[in-house]
Structure formats: C-alpha cells, structure tokens
T-cell receptor
Framework: GDSVTQMEGPVTLSEEAFLTINCTYT??????LFWYVQYPGEGLQLLLK?????DKGSNKGFEATYRKETTSFHLEKGSVQVSDSAVYFC???????????FGQGTELSVKP | EAGVAQSPRYKIIEKRQSVAFWCNPI?????LYWYQQILGQGPKLLIQ????????DSQLPKDRFSAERLKGVDSTLKIQPAKLEDSAVYLC????????????FGPGTRLLVL
C-alpha cells in the first residue's frame, strides 16, 4: 500500500542555519503531496502542497519540489528561526478517497 | 471563518470504560475525517465521511470503535470498551469536497486510558 518515510528526528539547528527534512513516498497513481506542521500545543496546519510532478510548493520561506523520478518531496528552508521549532509531517493524498497518509514526523528544534 | 472544533480537549478514563468525542467541521465542508495519532507517530485515518455516508472505515476497529455523522454536519466518535492501546490524540479534519484537497484539522482530543 501507499506509504511515506521521513528522516528521523529530532533535528537541532542554530538560528539562520539551512534546513532539509527528507521525505520519500511509495504510491500507485499520482498522489498529491503535503507538508503539515504542528507547533507546540497546537493542531496540524498545512504548510505547503504540490499536486503534480515538478510542482514546487512554498510558504513562509519553506519550499518542497515534487520529484516523481526519485519519489521525493524534501522540505527546505534557507534560514530557520526559533519560531520554526515544531514537528513537521510529510503526507500524501491518494486519488481514490482522498485520505492523508502521513510519515512519522520530524521534530525540529532551533536554538538562538 | 471558524475552524474545526473538537471537544473535549482532554479525557482520562480507565480501561473498559466508554468515551465519546465530538467534532464540528468547517461550515460547508462535505468531507470529514477522524484520525488517530499515537505518540511519536503520524496520524492514521480511522474513518472518512462524505456528507453523512461512510467512504472509508477500513482501519476502524469496529469491535470497539463507532462513528456517526448525523445530518452531514457534526460527528461523534465512540470507543467502547477502551483499551490501554487506545491512548492517543484523536484528530478531526474536514475538507470542502475531499479528493486531494487541503484538509483542515481541529486541535484534537488527547485520550489517556489507565
């Protein structure tokens, strides 16, 4: 069945460092890909999404490109801030019923 | 626009007791999802409704879990009887029509079974 694999955390970075969180997927058909973020004490929020191959999703300085040839959707940010500390989830949505299939999450901690 | 509402936010029960969670989706959203998020894992779909019909309940433990969405709006998820392994956060999400659209999540209900 469909699945998502993320790099394990926790990831600890200093402020202004470059961030990459790896995400790969296995799916039949052509899923949409998402990154959700969960800030401490809050619910899941959509960070960005891409619906077809080579699409780039971007939001709040974060970017991810849908790479069909490598089945990847890696999250990047050029300069992280303390306020980016959160848990990040990669997910795919199949083109059947639309349910989300999540990776296990990657905890990011940014130190000043 | 109001977001997805859930209650209660926290619940502590003993094993073999029953518990119910409530969700009110964003107004006008036809699709409603219940996910279970065990500590350290990503959310896993329990059940998906389209209006008041069930689209996918393949991962719902039907011997103890039940869910309904009366009138295609609010939904309740019930566990009876609860087991220790049901300790998790139960997330409700909604989307306008479903298929590959953005899902909006509520704050979740954190359940602890002792």
């Amino acid at each position: 069945g469909d699945s998502v694999t993320q790099m394990e955390g926790p990831v600890t970075l200093s402020e202004e460092a470059f961030l990459t969180i790896n995400c790969t997927y296995t799916a039949t058909g052509y899923p949409s890909l998402f990154w959700y973020v969960q800030y401490p004490g809050e619910g899941l929020q959509l960070l960005l999404k891409a619906t077809k191959a080579d699409d780039k999703g971007s939001n709040k300085g974060f970017e991810a490109t849908y790479r069909k040839e490598t089945t990847s959707f890696h999250l990047e940010k050029g300069s992280v801030q303390v306020s980016d500390s959160a848990v990040y989830f990669c997910a795919l949505s199949d083109n059947q019923g639309g349910k989300l299939i999540f990776g296990q999450g990657t905890e990011l901690s940014v130190k000043p | 626009e109001a977001g997805v509402a859930q209650s209660p936010r926290y619940k502590i029960i003993e094993k073999r007791q029953s518990v119910a969670f409530w969700c009110n989706p964003i107004s006008g959203h036809a699709t409603l999802y219940w996910y279970q998020q065990i500590l350290g894992q990503g959310p896993k779909l329990l059940i998906q409704f389209q209006n008041n019909g069930v689209v996918d309940d393949s991962q719902l433990p039907k011997d103890r879990f039940s869910a309904e969405r009366l009138k295609g709006v609010d939904s309740t998820l019930k566990i009876q009887p609860a087991k220790l392994e049901d300790s998790a956060v139960y997330l409700c999400a909604s989307s306008f029509r479903g298929l590959q659209e953005t899902q909006y999540f509520g704050p979740g209900t954190r359940l602890l079974v002792l």
